[in-house]
């Protein structure tokens, strides 16, 4: 194995040391004012707890699906057992990294407050550097547990020959499900809570008791802001992390079985470079963060823009650098199409160009004063149903454009490099990762630092400055939405190659009936999974509402602002937290089960129709979802400031109907934008690892696939094969009728194969001349033996004559002496 | 051919001749007072405008279509110039029977109001009568169109071989394209056009003028019940049409080449078998039509039921007979798979079955009082916000049960009989459409027939009968919408699996990512068609709201009602349709080039991933898109009467706030249930369609096809193919590129494949191993051979010497016997 593979773990250190020096580096600074502090204090605790109280789930649902994958996995030739402990590793991992980042970014936000007293830059440095921490730990945690457990496995079970790299890497597929898995439970866990405190606030607090934004007295306000971290900050970083693991191992397993080309020999570069790449990617990550810098009265845009567009660039010319010194110069071939460096370099840069092509149209659809929010602005004229329709149809056609450009990735990918080529390219979006996720985390810590100016009752210029870093905030999110979406469909289309490739499954034919109601159930998957979690929302925000109501109820002063009266807070992230996590199991399970019942009832076949159809239509609700939604929140901000002009010159305020009509939509999108949209692009990839662990089980002679085998083998054998083969009887005369209907008609034969084909009939060809020739040749030498047998026999036969006629003679000749002598 | 097939036109014009029947006895029934007759008329004459305009647009689209298939098609050996025709047949005939229809309708309206003075069962009879006509028109003109059609083309290209019917049938699918161009257009058009009426009647004059539903004074009153007509007679129609036609042509088209089992002898059984059952149909929907009977004060639900139900039962007992005596004894053989009589009646149960049980849930999600529309119900109490939230995730949460079932369809038909089965599942589905579309047709014309008695200020007792009759309407409709959603579903994979057919695509598989791309894209389009959809009737009706404003602010006395003074209503009319014709073009268009662009550039792979995509999205959205509009519709009919009683206990009333969400609800679920929803099941099939009639031409040589034809045969053998193969070279240099690449990898090799490579495999390792034995062995004889000759040579030489000695002494003693003789 090469030594650079030892280099991936240290480059995840070095990202830690990064997060650990930003981190130090946050906490001393100065916290302000004990009222301040007080604040934070309770956004802090409301988020731990929170966050200890899902942990708390997770590590039940952890630990009965390693044992589970243990069970399962046990005895299996070309997997093994070991998988429970990388799904267990990669869900602790994961959780770790949203504690780490938590705990900073609930350190950061007050301490950006206090900064924003100073100036906008020290400001932005601390919100900054507390989204690092988040993004730092996030890819150094990824990459060292990784890292390391790719070094240790590959000692376990060796990466020497095809069969036992496969195993290593269907071991190490545990690490991507566990973090997919940790990931869907907190975006869907985080995104319930956020919104649920969000709408008790907004409808209670603002609309029923007039309390301005943010007010101390509102009792769901700390709630909401613990939200917005639990949400954005610890649900985004799962989700990046998810990302960034399942890209790197998918493209990892694409990697298996390629050789230098032109010969026979196998080659681990191509399994090797994702995490070298990613290694450099950290590496870009933290010398982009130091560009983040901004003078007062300077745009943070143009700072954060730097940073991050700085850091993909140099990380594209990087992968070129990279490739070539690794890469052998004659090529690498993927079972027969040869890859060459700088392939690998383009496909990087179609990633990222589509990448950002996508978070640009995103931006364009969800920006303030850009057609399509004017678009929604104006409908709002005529009411609340016309401002919604106009939404739900600007998210709808917002599908347009990035679907093309996706469909562009992969096709473009797919030409310079195969299929290893979409998955090299959805790396490339994603191994910037670090300075990513450090800009999007860097959002919610800007907003919350604005919530506790405002709580704390500072000076109106701290809290225009927090609001400056959160319009930027804002904007920057919704490109890296758009990103995201992007990443997630490319990376969905990786795993889903990985998995055809380890469940030995040659195509996944849409016309095969099985196949076609796998794409159906698939693509509803989505449909179901966000019905669940607006349903989610709505129940959770119900309680939230009745307890807030209760407490202006009940508290008496609270309304009124007596002094000295307080708000119960803790029961309302009390009641946040139970809903949130009593609500996210369903869905959450929903994932994982579904993918294994299907390809251990209905086979591999099925389970790839599934895949297609979750990723198809998955990845078309959440641009819709989140387009739809992050529109109709800024179609209401469209009113703040003098209030939106009108393309007939009519000026709308805010209080006025046509804004009211806005805040409906804003509602409405709500659950979409931040519950329902976001968790789809876990749901598709959580899926899609889900089938790509079990691949080698239900490869293995189960289901499907045992069915096929018993067309060449007898039942007999398949019993032989694999221990797990209960159902082979059945399987087989399934499998005998199946070949019958649906597999001859279709029988699919790409031209290689028939040349192959055509060889080897050429070759029995020859040997059947041949052995005619040798048969001739012995055949003839044998006659020609016999001639010269009898030419010997008639010789001898000759010299019998002769001696018949000596003897003869000398008889004579003794008769005559005879004769003599007498 | 068999006589049969002369039948079908016969059943056809037997059809005709009962709607015709009908048709006459309505215009006979009294059409009451002057004013009923003059508000009849008004409407009569708007919908007719509005018919007439949109067959003028249509004519030209026709003509330039047809045109251009004339063109593409000239010369072709596997299709002709003729489709054009065949296109040109199904388009007229298409806008013929919705021209009947409607005329009968908007007769059949007033007659109801009339009828309605006397009896429930007497104004059932009529608006079931105006239904009829519809029905039987649309089965009838279609089925008189296609027999005839099809004998024609038989005679023209024959067919004797599977050359010529393949020939014959890909001309006829032109008559499929021809229906579902003027469907798409119809439902598109009809559905802006009626909820663009809709919400300017309403708005402006309910809410604003606060004048009561249907008063004569608005001036949109009149376009909102012409709309009725135009939207849910014509355009239903014209959907059911071209569902009835899809199913009937892909179920042709999949019995080409299909063999009597056990010989290789080509039928035609499963080609006519699908116009068989149709006509079956008709004789089965003319009979359930005399069962639909109701007496004073009893449910005309129950008499609908018995005569759809009833029907679709007999129908299916009918399959089993007619299969029986059409089919031969031994099965038929469709590429090896063996379908029996009896499979082809189970395929038709388990279609009808899917159908059913699809209908009965999309009924339980919109019924008022079911569990799901209370959920959105009591969601209003919080408000605008919650009630949309609350229908979109019923939407979404209803795509589950029915995806299900059709998965289970397609799988459980393929299952008895291939890809067959799965056609003749949608046909068992469709083959009752003419008292199917009698029943649904029958609701719009109870809706207008309310509508006059309001206009013409009847007695209470008949607005009372009318909303009996209007009310079952809806239910049925909402059974009618669910078994339309999943028909299409059905005959969408059904056009699917022909055109894979007549592509010569053996399979579409996933893993290529051409045909991934081709999936992103097609799953896209149903997104992007809602969108614009949404958008037209937003637009359409702000002209109607600003028009109706006009009238109330120019017109003196309007709004106060002084006697003589009337709304100018044929301004209105006119701009509905106006704005519907404009509307409709660009989603329109887009259904037919869409598949065209992609399949002449992209190629068939690529055209069938876009298929599978479209379908898939396209139903899902359908199903949620008019289940939460159907369940808003309810929830805003659910304060109606007495009120709401929420659970806890609290009542609220129409005109509360609750109510005011509800309605908010209601007008976003127009669009989505009237105009989007619906025309999408046309969409996913005209797309189907125009992909079949396209077919032959992408598989003739262009594009993906012809490149890949290049790998085993030369640029040369691949120009003299296919006289339209111009782009031969490009596509070979391609394709030589795309086989190293992208084919190479993917590879999919079936296990029998497999099973055949490895067994020459080792048949070539056996006879290598046998040619070396025999080789050795004739060495070893060889060498054994000369050994021993050498032998025999020694002991030859050895005896010559002997010999001479011998001859030597015998010389010696005849010297010495000489000697002494002397």
């Known amino acids: 194995m090469s030594f650079l593979t030892y280099l991936v773990p240290v480059a995840g250190i070095l990202a830690l040391v990064y997060a650990y020096n930003k981190a130090q580096w946050v906490s001393e600074q100065d916290a302000g004012d004990d009222t ?30 390693a044992t589970l994958l243990a069970y399962a996995n046990s005895g299996s030739p070309e997997s093994s057992s070991v998988v429970a402990l990388s799904f267990i590793a990669g869900a602790f991992i994961s959780a770790l990294s949203g504690f780490f980042g938590m705990k900073v970014a609930t350190k950061a936000n007050v301490r950006t ?32 547990g990784l890292g390391t ?30 973090a997919s898995s940790i990931a869907l439970f907190a975006r869907v866990g985080g995104g319930i809570y956020t919104k649920a405190a969000d709408v008790g606030a907004d409808l209670v607090g603002k609309v029923e008791a007039g309390l301005p934004e943010d007010d101390p007295r509102n009792p769901a306000v700390i709630a909401d802001n613990v939200g917005d971290n639990v949400g954005d900050v610890a649900g985004m970083g799962a989700d990046l992390f998810e990302s960034y693991i399942g890209a790197i191992i998918g493209t990892m397993v694409l990697g298996i079985g390629a050789t230098i080309a032109g010969t026979t020999e196998t080659t681990l570069v191509p399994v090797v470079l994702p995490l070298i790449l990613a290694s450099a990617g950290i590496i870009c990550s933290i010398v982009g963060s130091y560009f983040v810098k901004v003078e007062e009265g300077g745009n943070p845009q143009v700072a954060l823009d730097t940073g991050s567009f700085g850091a993909a660039g140099v990380m594209a010319v990087f992968t070129f650098i990279i490739t070539k010194a690794m890469w052998p110069s004659e090529g690498i071939s993927f079972a027969g199409t040869v890859v060459k460096a700088g392939d690998v370099g383009i496909a990087t840069v179609i990633g990222l160009g589509v990448g950002v092509a996508v978070g640009m149209i995103t931006s364009y659809y969800c920006s303030i004063g850009k057609a399509p929010v004017n678009g929604v602005v104006e409908q709002s004229k005529t009411g609340y149903a016309t401002n919604i329709i106009a939404g739900l149809a600007l998210g709808m056609e917002s599908t347009m454009l990035p679907m093309l450009l996706i469909a562009f990735g992969v096709v473009a990918s797919s030409q310079v490099a195969g299929l290893y080529g979409v998955a090299i390219a959805a790396l490339g979006m994603l191994s910037t990762t ?14 919350n630092a604005g919530g506790i100016a405002e709580m704390s009752h500072q000076e109106p210029h701290v809290r225009e400055r927090t609001d400056t870093l959160d319009a930027v905030g804002n904007t920057t999110a919704a490109i890296g939405k758009g990103f995201a979406i992007a990443s997630a469909a490319m990376t969905a289309l990786a795993l889903f190659a990985a998995f055809m490739q380890q469940s030995k499954l040659k195509s996944i034919d849409i016309a095969d009936p099985m196949v076609m109601a796998g794409l159906f159930l698939g693509g509803m998957l989505p449909f179901l999974f966000s019905s669940m979690a607006m349903k989610a929302v709505g129940e959770a925000a119900m309680d939230m509402i009745e307890e807030v109501r209760r407490q202006f109820r009940e508290i008496k002063g609270l309304k009124e602002g007596v002094p000295g009266v307080k708000p119960e807070v803790e029961k309302c992230v009390d009641i946040s937290t139970k809903a949130a996590i009593r609500q996210m199991v369903v869905p959450g399970l929903l994932a994982v089960v579904t993918p294994v019942v299907i390809g251990f009832t209905a086979g591999p076949g099925a389970l790839g129709g599934l895949l297609a159809g979750v990723t198809v239509s998955g990845v078309l609700l959440a641009i819709f979802m989140s387009n739809a939604g992050g529109a109709w929140d800024n179609a209401k901000k469209s009113f703040e400031g003098g209030g939106f002009t009108m393309k007939d010159g009519s000026v709308h305020k805010k209080g006025s109907d046509t804004h009211k009509a806005a805040v409906v939509g804003d509602t409405v999108g709500d659950p979409f934008k931040d519950t329902a949209g976001p968790s789809l692009n876990i749901l598709v990839k959580l899926i899609c690892v889900v089938a790509l662990v079990i691949a080698p089980l239900i490869a293995n002679g189960k289901g499907d696939d045992c069915a096929k085998d018993c067309d060449k083998a ?9 221990g797990g083969c209960k159902d082979c009887k059945e399987g087989c005369d399934k499998g005998a009728k199946k070949a019958e209907t649906a597999v001859a008609p279709v029988a699919p034969v790409t031209p290689a194969l028939d040349a192959d084909i055509k060889s080897l009939r050429d070759q029995i060809t020859n040997l059947q001349n041949r052995v005619n020739i040798v048969a ?39 008769q005559q002496l005879q004769n003599i002598a007498k």
């Open 776 to 814: 001739a040749e012995a055949n003839g030498q044998a006659q020609s033996n016999k001639n010269t047998l009898n030419q010997h026999k008639a010789a001898i036969d000759a010299h019998q004559k002769t001696l018949n006629d000596l003897a003869n003679a000398v008889n004579a000749h003794t």
């Open 113 to 144: 407050t206090a900064a924003a007293r100073h100036s906008l830059n020290q400001a932005l440095a601390v919100s900054f550097a507390g989204g690092s921490v988040m993004g730092m730990s996030v890819v150094g945690l990824g990459l060292f």
């Open 149 to 178: 457990l790719f070094i240790i496995l590959s000692g376990v079970f060796g990466v020497d020959t095809t069969a036992n790299l496969t195993r290593t890497l269907n071991v190490l597929t545990g690490f991507s499900m566990g």
């Open 714 to 722: 007898t039942k007999e054998d398949c019993m032989k094969k694999g």
């Open 434 to 447: 670090g300075i990513q996720l450090a800009v999007d985390a860097y959002g919610p810590i800007a907003d």
């Open 36 to 65: 301040m502090k007080g604040i934070a204090e309770q956004i802090h605790n409301g988020a731990m707890a929170f966050l200890f109280a899902e942990y708390k789930v997770l590590a039940i649902f952890v630990a009965v699906v």
